[in-house]
Nanobody
Framework: QVHVVESGGGFVQAGGSLRLSCAAS????????MGWFRQAPGQEREFVAA????????SYADSVKGRFTISRDNAKNTMYLQMNSLKPEDTAVYYC????????????????WGQGTQVTVSS
């Protein structure tokens, strides 16, 4: 079992950058494929990015491709989401998820979820 906690959210102007972190507990962190999702007010939770257990494979939603970068440091039990060129439509609560058998893009692909961190991008 793994417990994940997100941090790094905040308020930023359009065009700015933020880096989200997802700290995980448990010695099995390096065995899990992991992902980031987001949920804007009144909308369904959507896939943002995923990274394989080794960090060697990644997947991105089309809406963030070229602007966001997902990575992980297994020695620190931490996953990151570097977000550049932020847009107002990136405003959402961002969630960390763990334990997918592949680079899952669906909510049901993941077992463990954090509580989320708010990202607000002003125009």
């Amino acid at each position: 079992q793994v417990h994940v906690v997100e941090s790094g959210g905040g308020f930023v102007q359009a065009g700015g950058s933020l880096r989200l972190s997802c700290a995980a507990s448990g010695r099995s962190f390096r065995r899990y494929n992991m992902g980031w999702f987001r949920q804007a007010p009144g909308q369904e939770r959507e896939f943002v990015a995923a990274v394989s257990w080794s960090g060697g494979s990644t997947s991105y939603a089309d809406s963030v491709k070229g602007r966001f970068t997902i990575s992980r440091d297994n020695a620190k039990n931490t996953m990151y989401l570097q977000m550049n060129s932020l847009k107002p439509e990136d405003t959402a609560v961002y969630y960390c998820a763990a334990d997918s058998r592949r680079l899952g893009v669906h909510i049901q692909d993941y077992t463990y979820w954090g509580q989320g961190t708010q990202v607000t991008v002003s125009s």
